[in-house]
């Protein structure tokens, strides 16, 4: 699109189905870099990858010829077909419908990045599921508790 500029910064971040513990350190950063070209190959910059065992984070400056339900789509899609082609776990591979996603000025950009690449540390004191409700409520977002991801009980 000619003339279309923009500066939009987004933090994206959805779990494994069933919230199992299937992204093991052995494939994860593999599947950081998969994530990564993903993002390039539909015309986004990357800005962090990363995540931990049962989910994932990506942050992208996010183009202006899509939207993010698309993105999303596509992301999710292609990332769990590599994983079942790579065979990286027993049984068929699969992300839990929905996701979360939420936008950053620039000036918050490093500590967004930061944030994210830090996954393994912080969640050795904070679960998934609280860090997830933390971000909704921190966005002041809507939901309806019937529709989050399942979670495993804590």
């Given at each position: 699109?000619?003339?279309?500029?923009?500066?939009?910064?987004?933090?994206?971040?959805?779990?494994?189905?069933?919230?199992e513990?299937l992204?093991?350190?052995?494939?994860?950063?593999?599947?950081h870099?998969?994530?990564t070209?993903?993002?390039?190959?539909?015309?986004?910059?990357?800005?962090?990858?990363?995540?931990?065992?049962?989910h994932?984070?990506?942050?992208?400056?996010?183009?202006?010829t899509?939207?993010?339900?698309?993105?999303m789509?596509?992301?999710?899609?292609?990332?769990?077909?590599?994983?079942?082609?790579?065979?990286?776990?027993?049984?068929?591979?699969?992300?839990?419908?929905?996701?979360?996603?939420?936008?950053?000025?620039?000036?918050?950009?490093?500590?967004?990045?930061?944030?994210?690449?830090?996954?393994?540390?912080?969640?050795?004191?904070?679960?998934?599921?609280?860090?997830?409700?933390?971000?909704?409520?921190?966005?002041d977002v809507?939901?309806?508790?019937?529709?989050?991801?399942?979670?495993?009980?804590?």
């Amino acid at each position: 699109m000619p003339n279309t500029y923009s500066q939009i910064s987004i933090q994206a971040v959805f779990a494994v189905k069933g919230r199992e513990n299937l992204i093991s350190e052995n494939w994860r950063n593999d599947l950081h870099k998969y994530l990564t070209g993903i993002i390039i190959g539909n015309n986004a910059k990357p800005l962090a990858v990363g995540g931990w065992t049962d989910h994932v984070h990506i942050f992208f400056g996010m183009p202006v010829t899509t939207c993010i339900a698309d993105f999303m789509s596509v992301i999710k899609a292609s990332s769990s077909k590599w994983i079942n082609e790579q065979g990286f776990v027993k049984g068929k591979f699969q992300w839990q419908s929905g996701y979360g996603a939420f936008s950053y000025s620039k000036s918050q950009r490093k500590n967004v990045i930061k944030y994210i690449m830090r996954q393994e540390e912080h969640h050795r004191v904070k679960t998934f599921q609280r860090e997830y409700l933390q971000m909704l409520n921190d966005f002041d977002v809507e939901f309806n508790k019937k529709y989050l991801f399942e979670f495993n009980t804590e």
